[in-house]
């Protein structure tokens, strides 16, 4: 169980598939994370939350980590990676490619356009558990953050 005292993250889930989305939502409640979840559907919803636009995007916070799927309407996760990593407002926000794709050029058009980590997304539940509560290892037990 974690520590009370710990500070409490927020992470945007940027994520097309509901599927996914619910799964992603279990494991972190499954490892008791001291997170907020945060879940839009594709890159337009994404940028209108941390840009708070719009009345269901007014108050929501900057997380401090966003988990991103590539494969999306509208806006796919290339464009927004692009997007938010050429913007200074969000360019310092650490943001995990979260897809299932594991095609090579997938992995390095991810980083050459600013992603932190590029993960493939596990395909069972017992596997997405472990590797949600390595992320949380690594990215809030490990690495500092930037201040909000």
């Avoid at 991103?68 to 913007?87: H, V």
Wanted: some cysteine.
């Amino acid at each position: 169980m974690p520590d009370k005292s710990m500070p409490l993250f927020d992470v945007l889930l940027v994520e097309d598939e509901a599927a996914d989305a619910h799964l992603m939502k279990m494991s972190f409640k499954e490892n008791q994370l001291p997170c907020n979840l945060h879940h839009v559907w594709d890159g337009v919803e994404a940028i209108a939350f941390l840009r708070q636009q719009g009345a269901d995007y007014a108050d929501v916070p900057r997380p401090d980590l966003i988990l991103l799927d590539l494969n999306m309407p509208r806006m796919n996760g290339r464009e927004f990676l692009a997007k938010i990593k050429s913007e200074p407002n969000f360019s310092s926000i650490p943001t995990i490619v979260f897809t299932t794709s594991d095609i090579e050029r997938d992995v390095v058009a991810s980083y050459q356009l600013g992603a932190n980590s590029y993960i493939t997304k596990p395909v069972n539940v017992e596997q997405l558990i472990t590797v949600v509560r390595q992320i949380e290892a690594y990215w809030f037990n490990v690495v500092r953050l930037p201040n909000k």
